[in-house]
């Protein structure tokens, strides 16, 4: 699927072009009274400008208007049934100005269009990266583990086949499933020992605190990160936390965060704990497979290991990660 899809975004020119080749050669085949049919050819200009630019949409109009005159001085007898041959030529010039005229306006249209949706985007980005930094401030152990654990969940996500945009979505989306931690006591957050009851059900609510920060939002990003707050604590057999979901009613954004978070929190060190080696890690988090886990996420993360040790030594504090545990 993918290599189809990248197949044609490096021949859409191509395809374009022969597209109106032939509707050209159709049109002029087909067709009796020629001339009332030269605003078809608006269409692909149109359809040209508004996905692809300026660029293919000059270059479509251009190659529309060579093609139609070719047709033209080639069948000049049918052209000239219904009009003088100073009407036809004036006429065929006045269309393919604005042919062309249309074209680059579309195209420009179109790409200021893309622009303001690319920096609509880059500021949804740039929040999300602000309130990820905020989490930061409250727990130390959290800045490389963020960008560790988004880089894993998206080569889960491409492991999993899924659409490459919703893959980069996850990926920025990620780094907010423990923006709630904000809202839980620095003697709670940052206690050094084991939490007693009462202290670790007010860590689990910062997956609610999370979602609540993040509801309400438009955009596919915020509606994402919104789920992933939520829900990377459920487990597969629905004893997880908040809501207690279970197999798939949990988003798969959050099956596959919980796998991605737990795999780098394991292989990292921690104030009460040493980092565990690969082997270990990977063990242990197929041993929860079916029970803490999605085995099918299980299954994907495994088909990644080279790629994932890839990521743990890219993002290294210096002395994390030395002292595993054997």
Sequence with gaps: MKNRERWLIKNIEGLVILTIL???MLLNYFIYSKVAFLNFYYLPVIIGGYYLGRRLAVLGAFFTILMVWVFVL?????????????????????WAGFLVITGWVIGQLAEKLREDLIASNNLRLEI?????????????DTGLHILRMSH???????????????????????????????????????????????????????????????????????KMSEAIAMTHHEKWDGSGY????????IPLEGRIVAVADVLDALTSIRPYKKAWPMEKAIAQIEEQSGKQFDPKVVEALKNIIPDILA???????????IEVLT
């Design 242 to 249: 908040p809501e207690g979901l279970k197999g798939e009613n």
């Design 128 to 140: 999300t990266q602000r309130l990820s930094r905020a989490a930061e401030f409250k727990d130390c």
């Design 152 to 222: 894993i969940a998206r080569l889960i996500a491409d492991a999993l086949d899924v659409d490459e945009e919703w893959a980069e979505l996850i990926f920025h989306a990620a780094p907010m499933h423990d923006v709630g931690k904000i809202g839980i006591p620095d003697k709670i957050l940052l206690k050094a020992g084991k939490l007693d009851p009462d202290e670790w059900e007010v860590m689990k609510s910062h997956s609610s605190i999370g979602g609540e920060i993040l509801s309400g939002g438009t955009s596919e990003l915020m």
């Design 74 to 94: 080639a069948n000049l007898e049918t052209y000239l049934l219904h009009s003088t041959k100073f009407d036809l030529y004036f006429n065929l010039i006045i």
């Design 311 to 321: 990521i743990e030594s890219r993002f290294v504090n210096q002395g994390e990660k």
């Design 22 to 24: 032939i509707s050209v």
